[in-house]
């Protein structure tokens, strides 16, 4: 099982990144699925929230920013991250969540996003 994210990069502040998580080896069936981003010396965050069913939430200063989403053709998670700001600076994670299926959980490898001022 891996999940292999990308899509990081450096933008100017106001720019778009849209980051893209793609499973192997599993599908993303009965997975609530999320993004989270740690930045240099803080906690990782839970930035936002898919859940099996569908039901999104948005966590903190991203709300009306960022839009995440589920292509389950391609297997394919995407976080589309609009009028970036130099504090979304951060390595952001993908995760599925199967805690509350009793299944595993399993994290991509994290991809940087650098928004410069």
């Known amino acids: 099982v891996q999940l292999q994210a990308s899509g990081g990069g450096l933008v100017q502040a106001g720019g778009s990144l849209r980051l893209s998580c793609t499973a192997y080896?599993?599908?993303?069936?009965?997975?609530?699925m999320a993004w989270s981003r740690q930045a240099p010396g803080k906690q990782r965050e839970l930035v936002a929230w898919i859940s099996a069913g569908g039901s999104i939430n948005y966590f903190g200063s991203v709300k009306d920013r960022f839009t995440i989403s589920i292509n389950d053709a391609k297997n394919t998670m995407y976080l589309q991250m609009n009028s970036l700001k130099p504090e979304d600076t951060a390595v952001y994670y993908c995760k599925m969540d199967g805690s509350k299926r009793l299944k595993p959980n399993y994290w991509g490898q994290g991809t940087q996003v650098t928004v410069s001022s």
């Open positions: 080896g599993i599908t993303f069936s009965n997975y609530d």
